[in-house]
């Protein structure tokens, strides 16, 4: 599932750059102004496979399969919502920053580029996990509130990408619920 994802996800980098001449740049809210760059945070936007994997690991097995539906739906709808509402990111100059920091960035920057920025799938992914486990993993839930803020402070997302992240994430995982829970009850009448 990680990897068909990740080739969709570049895909639809690839396909957005060839379908368009000129992408809009987001303008960005007060707030996206008064976060810095912050580029140590690189290390923990980096961890999201590994959240991925750990909670998709310690889900239950009827949480998992809810996780895959709703996974599926969020891709659905984001990768043709990139397709369809391009934008980009303005991109900052990293030649004030050296050694392991700048070559994260820059490689970041380089496999991430500035498209597909809304709804932020980091979000939406960080929070299906944190749904999947339950609220109640603290550790879980501040180590996806974490990759969040990430997503603001290395300036990939801006804040309207997060709550586009997080109104996909409730949303895909709602409807993934009953989705299965009507799967369950007609396979268990049957």
Known sequence: MVVIATCCYAGTQHLI???????????PWAIDTMIPLTPHFVFIYGTLPIIIFVGAFKAKPTNFKTLILAAVIAQVIAYPTFIIFPSQMERFDLNEFN????????????????LNTWPSLHVTYCILMVQCIGRKNILMYLWAIAVIL?????KQHMFFDVITGLLLSYFSWFLANKLYTRHTLSKNTQ
């Open 150 to 154: 990430s997503t603001l402070f290395i």
């Open 17 to 27: 750059i060839h379908l368009y001449d000129d992408i809009p740049v987001q303008k």
């Open 99 to 114: 050694g392991i920091l700048k070559e994260c960035m820059r490689l970041t920057y380089e496999w991430d580029m500035p």
